[in-house]
């Protein structure tokens, strides 16, 4: 069971203080992980968390309190880390267990919904299926991507204290990003994403000018209500080949020209665009000359090997 060490000296809430405690500087651990729960343990030496100005604190928030006295020593800690921390989430699985928390389906001694309800700062980064990203249908062991991912929006509006939202979205495929349709992947955030008051952010890959399209993808033409940031995707990926084993290839998504010294980012996509209005891809030259620059590396190694 994975351990984090936590330092709560600067972390727990001022009821120690003001029952004039000094024994809350010590250490403590958050163990767990998303299919168990997560729990914090404190020393038992804590004498200021079964005051009763503190237990009375912890019904009034958590419903279930009562019936876990053991869960005393924990409540403060956990109601602070979903205040302060930012949550990184990266699976799918992951949001799957949130909701079934949510909806009160799992095991009274799993990690409360009040906890996910408190979370302040949430940041989602899902790198999808390239199926998916078709409308196919994908179903692990764990849960339904399909099924999940469609309940996103649900999820999100259960989260009252969330006050910062970042969203992160790519495929697992060498493809261009521009491929996709990003409107239906975003379709389950949209309700969510119009919301005011809140610090939101959509991150997505930069689109190939060849398959940019305004009633798929999101352009300077149909801005968005939400704001959205472009990134460049992954460059070098890794294949597998007929012998079972895996290289490294370069399959750059746009801009192509990327590295081009003396140049800003901009720069480099607003040429790009030009030289595809006369010369078509410059995806197959830009590959074929990073070919041609391995392969005489590979061979200046194995002369100088040679030597």
Not at 13 to 20: D, K, M, V
Not at 233 to 250: L, N
């Amino acid at each position: 069971m994975p351990k984090l060490g936590l330092n709560v000296h600067s972390t727990l809430s001022t009821t120690a203080i003001q029952f004039g405690y000094e024994d809350y500087d010590q250490l403590g651990e958050l163990t767990g992980s998303a299919k168990n729960g997560y729990c914090v343990k404190l020393p038992r030496c804590l004498r200021w968390t079964h005051s009763s100005v503190f237990v009375g604190e912890c019904k009034a928030a958590f419903p279930w309190f009562e019936d876990r006295p053991d869960m005393y020593r924990n409540i403060d800690i956990l109601d602070i880390l979903a205040r302060t921390a930012v949550f990184h989430v990266t699976e799918l699985v992951t949001i799957d267990f949130a909701i079934n928390a949510l909806s009160r389906k799992l095991r009274p001694h799993s990690v409360p919904a009040s906890f996910f309800a408190r979370i302040a700062k949430l940041n989602l980064t899902l790198r999808l299926p390239y199926a998916f990203c078709f409308g196919g249908s994908i179903t692990t062991p764990k849960c339904s991507y399909h099924d999940t991912y469609f309940r996103l929006d649900s999820f999100l509006v259960q989260l009252k204290g969330l006050k910062r939202f970042r969203l992160m979205l790519d495929h697992d495929s060498h493809h261009a990003w521009a491929r996709v349709n990003e409107m239906y992947l975003l379709d389950p955030f949209r309700k969510f994403l119009e919301t005011k008051n809140r610090d939101l952010l959509v991150i997505l890959p930069k689109l190939h000018p060849r398959w940019e399209d305004p009633e798929r993808h999101f352009m300077e033409g149909n801005m968005t209500a939400f704001p959205l940031l472009r990134h460049v995707r992954q460059r070098f990926h890794a294949m597998p080949t007929r012998s079972k084993y895996w290289i490294v290839e370069f399959k750059p998504d746009f801009p192509f020209l990327l590295g081009v010294p003396q140049r800003t980012m901009q720069e480099i996509e607003d040429a790009e665009r030009e030289l595809m209005k006369t010369h078509g891809s410059l995806q197959y030259v830009v590959e074929r000359e990073y070919a041609h620059m391995i392969e005489r590396r590979r061979k200046r190694r194995e002369e100088l090997s040679r030597r």
